[in-house]
């Protein structure tokens, strides 16, 4: 017997094991959909306190052997009664924006098991507040959009308001704003990378993480610390930066995650400004580009605030569309929107592309973007998440900074580069706006 049936892709797997769930969760039996590293799918029922009729069983069984072909777990359904330790699987389970509302029905969540990534589906609202910092996270799904050199502007003008800065560059295989801030003689002796790596072995006590800006002195009662990516070393040893690196991602024994080090680095930092002055009233952490896992960590977990930075291309939309479709497949919109702002950085503005109609493009782009994480309301309902294209204090109302010619190729480790006339009026609505963002989250 021969059959036309279009092969089994990864992409078909979720909406037709979605089908099957939706199906099971009729009953009024509650779902979980869980995906292994190789992406296959098994369907947890939780049975605690009802029987489920084992003809009904048989038949989703054979339905999703049938629907999802090699993606298929084995066995493809299973109940919790019959796991070990059901309840932490429960617990990781994260709800999917589908069915949840039913009367009568069962909901349906899901669990997604990656080697990397896993972090992008693990939203914070907020971070965890131990430090009494407010975190502000600065990131682009593409490099080359001014991302750190955005991050020592916006670090010298709220350190000139008064304000205690500091700087942490996460962006570890290429380090941006520590080489900006900070001579090179002037690096101190450890970087991020050192306490990542002597912390999995307990050894931290005692690193020297942070170090006052160079050649900048702030007004008034503000500082600008900077906790750089790479250390200077001590000088006799060869600095093995990228033997540090290869070791920096992995989840430790016990259960200490990637994300869990992470933030621990982070805090480290934090907490040795506080100890050579006080704590830092904003932390700008300047993220790697990419679908990285650092970045999944700093925008999911770290942040308060999260600085998306993009240029009007097909790369900057594709990107932003991708990870804003996870998020909401993963039921993560509503806690990861309200946190985000997006950036239009390097605006143009000549005769053959004015400022207006290249924002106005923009701004489309965006908007079509995070409608994707805004709530579908009916005709006439004002109850839930949806600013119009045209409200500016939603997210995806884009801050600009204004490209200039004469900014390519500057030396950004110069003294005085920020004082020069161009530069200043690049960055002057980004910077108010922003300001008026981490002002209103620190109160």
């Not at 777990?73 to 389970?93: D, G, N, Q, W, Y």
């Not at 160079?214 to 790479?230: D, I, Q, T, Y």
């Not at 994707?372 to 006439?380: A, S």
Request: net charge negative.
């Amino acid at each position: 017997m021969t059959t036309n049936r279009e092969p089994i892709r990864f992409d078909d797997v979720i909406p037709h094991t979605q089908e099957i769930a939706k199906e099971i969760a009729a009953t009024g039996i509650d779902v979980v959909m869980v995906r292994d590293v190789l992406g296959r799918m098994t369907l947890v029922l939780e049975d605690t306190g009802q029987d489920v009729d084992t003809d009904a069983l048989a038949r989703w069984q054979h339905l999703a052997t049938d629907r999802l072909g090699p993606y298929t777990a084995e066995p493809p359904v299973v109940l919790t009664s019959s796991l070990f330790m059901a309840e932490e699987l429960l617990r990781r389970a994260l709800p999917e924006p589908i069915n949840q509302n039913v009367p009568g029905h069962g909901k349906i969540r899901r669990i997604e098991n990656t080697i990397v990534g896993q972090d992008w589906a693990r939203v914070r609202p907020q971070s965890s507040g131990a430090s009494g910092s407010f975190r502000v996270a600065l990131y682009g799904f593409k490099g080359g959009v001014g991302r750190s050199t955005a991050t020592s502007m916006l670090a010298r003008h709220l350190a000139d308001l008064g304000k205690c800065v500091l700087v942490v560059d996460l962006d570890l295989e290429s380090p941006g704003s520590g080489p900006m801030l900070v001579a090179g003689d002037e690096l101190p002796r450890y970087g991020l990378i050192d306490q990542l790596v002597e912390s999995a072995v307990e050894n931290a006590d005692g690193l020297d993480l942070v170090v006052r800006a160079s050649n900048f002195s702030a007004r008034g009662n503000g500082e600008l610390w900077v906790a750089p990516a790479r250390g200077a070393g001590n000088g006799d040893a060869e600095y093995s930066y990228v033997s540090k690196l290869n070791r920096v991602y992995g989840e430790l024994s016990g259960g200490l995650t990637f994300a869990d080090r992470l933030e621990s680095a982070v805090v480290a930092c934090e907490d040795s400004v506080t100890k050579r002055s006080r704590l830092p009233d904003v932390v700008l952490l300047d993220s790697r580009a990419g679908l990285h896992d650092l970045a999944a960590v700093t925008i999911s977990k770290l942040s308060d605030l999260a600085l998306l930075f993009g240029a009007d291309n097909s790369q900057t939309w594709d990107g932003y569309h991708d990870l804003f479709r996870y998020w909401q497949e993963c039921g993560q919109a509503e806690f990861i929107r309200e946190k985000l702002q997006m950036i239009a950085s390097m605006v143009p503005n000549h005769q053959g592309m004015s400022k207006d109609r290249y924002l106005d493009s923009f701004l489309d782009h965006s908007w079509s973007c995070f409608s994707i994480l805004y709530d579908d309301l009916p005709d006439g309902d004002s109850i839930g998440y949806n600013p119009s294209p045209e409200d500016t204090t939603g997210p995806h109302f884009p801050i600009p900074i204004m490209f200039t010619q004469e900014l390519v190729g500057i030396d950004a480790v110069s003294t005085n580069w920020v004082d020069i006339g161009f530069v200043q009026p690049a960055y002057a609505t980004f910077l108010q706006d922003v300001e008026k963002l981490i002002t209103g989250g620190i109160v």
